[in-house]
């Protein structure tokens, strides 16, 4: 019952069991909770809650163990993300801004230009009585009767 490799992918390990972590708290109260509505007898009801919970809770514990501590398979995947990580060039600030600023300005361009065209066939069919613009728009593009 050994740690497997216990020097290695320590931050993906510890990831791992943090959310899992997270999410077994999410589900011991989601069961404390819904097992209160059972409609148990009051004596039968709070060893039955908190049990059932208890148990989940140690469940998930030794399986959070199992899965970052002594599986060789999910372990040696572990520490082989950590490695492939540390290889990752991350972008500046810098570039992270410039980016943003290109899709920013890229979304709003297609956006206007996508609205023209779509006033545009709009007030052409219009036009020739195909399609039947709202008032509003027909006063505000000038088309129709």
Do not use: C, H
């Not at 059972?38 to 030794?62: D, H, N, R, S, W």
């Not at 520490?79 to 943003?100: D, L, N, P, Q």
């Not at 996508?114 to 728009?137: E, N, Y």
């Amino acid at each position: 019952m050994r740690v497997y490799k216990p020097g290695q992918g320590y931050y993906t390990r510890l990831g791992t069991a943090i959310g899992i972590g997270v999410l077994t708290v999410t589900g011991a109260a989601f069961l404390l909770n819904e097992l209160s509505t059972l409609g148990l007898e009051a004596k039968y009801l709070l060893p039955v809650q908190y049990g059932v919970t208890f148990g989940f809770i140690v469940a998930m514990g030794v399986l959070v163990y199992w899965i970052a501590g002594i599986g060789r398979k999910s372990n040696d995947f572990f520490i082989a993300t950590e490695g492939e990580m540390k290889k990752v060039r991350w972008s500046t600030r810098k570039e992270v801004v410039r980016s943003t600023r290109v899709v920013i300005v890229t979304v709003v361009v297609l956006g206007v230009f996508l609205f023209a065209w779509d006033i545009a066939f709009m007030l052409f069919f219009s036009t020739i009585k195909v399609l039947k613009a709202s008032p509003g728009l027909e006063r505000l593009f000038g088309s129709g009767s």
